[in-house]
């Protein structure tokens, strides 16, 4: 049954992102939502319920472990606040719990922040040495999430062909789109030259093959849609949105069955948001994307996974420009996590975000022309879980 169209997101803002030294956690988080707040047309009061997405709370920043990081800068208090944490699918995983609060029929108008504060540590309170420090006293020893991945983009040349160029071009073709978002964190476009000559990270993906470190923030309005007709002509509605957990966050690479080209938690949360949607060609149904692109590899195993093409095909898509502005499904027309950045919490909201200002014609010189439905999926774990929304207007 799904959600039956029953939530309409009303409002949708993000801030700049970016090496944001000059905000605290509570400026971006107050920035972001009461920008999705005005896009609504609505006063903090009118919200019933709301959902704060920060998966690294205490790491960075002195917040985000708990609701009271959205209630203090909002001023929000006497309702219902839950902060949701689930690695990078952390955001999209807050729009879920929001969406079917309401769809259940328990508020009638919620609030959704993702954030993350991600730049004000030094070298060792990185993400890369805390994974070290504090994780598994065995697997974590020399794992960082360019190495994992990397198995996989070795695994992936191994059964379908070298992609090193493919990778490339889903490099240039971020970059490309970044540069042309007043909100990326990246704003400059790359050669395919450049991704290939850059420097070694973790074989045989480079440096710009790899998503940065940001700070962000995005804010979502939801309603159910009977409300949203009262307060606005212009809502987008979702009608699927789902997750999957497929495996632990240690030994996900311990799986024998797992093929190392593709990840089980994409392919199982996009079916359960499709079968809701009703969806079932998303390669012709979906008008734009926003997927989980970490690394350049990423994206190429997403458009399988995905379903917008079959396996080893995802290198043809990015060759005959598929996926870029102007082609029949252009992909992370932000500049996606390689170009925009990747505030851990942040994204799976900010992706929700630009898919709804597509949706509403308002993406500048990124609009893709006629977009009536789209879809926005984050992945994290890495890799163990995943979350896919479908959007329409």
């Known amino acids: 049954m799904g959600l039956s169209g029953e939530v309409a997101i009303i409002g949708a803002g993000a801030i700049k992102f970016g090496e944001n030294f000059t905000q605290s956690y509570f400026d971006m988080v107050e920035e972001a939502a009461r920008t999705a707040l005005a896009d609504a047309g609505i006063e ?146 790359v050669t395919v030259e450049q991704v290939l000559n850059a420097p070694e990270v973790a074989a045989p993906l480079g440096l710009l093959d790899c998503c940065p470190t940001t700070d962000g923030a995005a804010a979502v309005v939801l309603a159910r849609t009977s409300v949203a007709k009262q307060i606005t002509d212009r809502y987008a509605v979702i009608r699927g949105i789902s997750l999957a957990v497929t495996s632990g966050y240690f030994n996900a690479q311990f799986d024998p069955t797992w093929g190392f080209t593709g990840f089980a938690s994409t392919q199982k949360a996009a079916a359960a948001a499709y079968k809701q949607a009703g969806i079932t060609d998303p390669r012709r149904e979906i008008d734009v994307a926003e997927v989980h692109d970490c690394f350049t590899i990423t994206e190429l195993l997403n458009y399988e996974d995905l379903g917008f093409c079959g396996p080893g095909e995802a290198r043809r898509l990015i060759r005959e420009g598929v996926t870029q502005l102007g082609g029949d499904l252009p992909v992370n027309t932000s500049g996606g996590l390689k170009a925009c950045g990747h505030p851990i919490g942040a994204s799976g909201v900010r992706m929700v975000v630009d898919i709804v200002d597509q949706l509403w014609g308002r993406a500048g010189k990124r609009q893709v022309a006629g977009a009536r439905t789209g879809l926005a999926h984050t992945l994290g774990g890495p890799g163990a879980v995943a979350s896919v929304a479908v959007i329409s207007a």
Not at 78 to 97: E, Q
Not at 125 to 154: C, D, I, M, N, W
Request: hydrophobic residues 40%.
């Open 44 to 189: 903090p009061e009118r919200v019933e319920a709301a959902w704060l997405g920060t998966c690294y709370a205490y790491d960075y920043t002195t917040e985000g472990n708990a609701g009271t990081s959205l209630a203090e800068p909002l001023g929000l208090y006497g309702i219902p606040i839950s902060r949701v944490a689930n690695y990078c699918a952390t955001g999209m995983d807050a729009v879920r719990n929001a969406a079917l609060a309401i769809a259940a029929g328990e508020y009638d108008v919620a609030l959704v922040v993702g954030a993350e504060k991600m730049r004000d540590v030094e070298p060792r309170g990185s993400l890369v040495a805390q994974h070290v420090e504090r994780g598994h006293p065995v697997y974590a020893k020399g794992r960082t999430a360019p190495g994992q991945f990397a198995l996989l983009a070795t695994r992936y040349f191994e059964v379908y062909g070298n992609a090193r160029e493919e990778m490339a071009l889903v490099a240039v073709k971020n970059h490309a789109n970044g540069a042309l978002n007043p909100r990326a964190h990246f704003q400059k476009p």
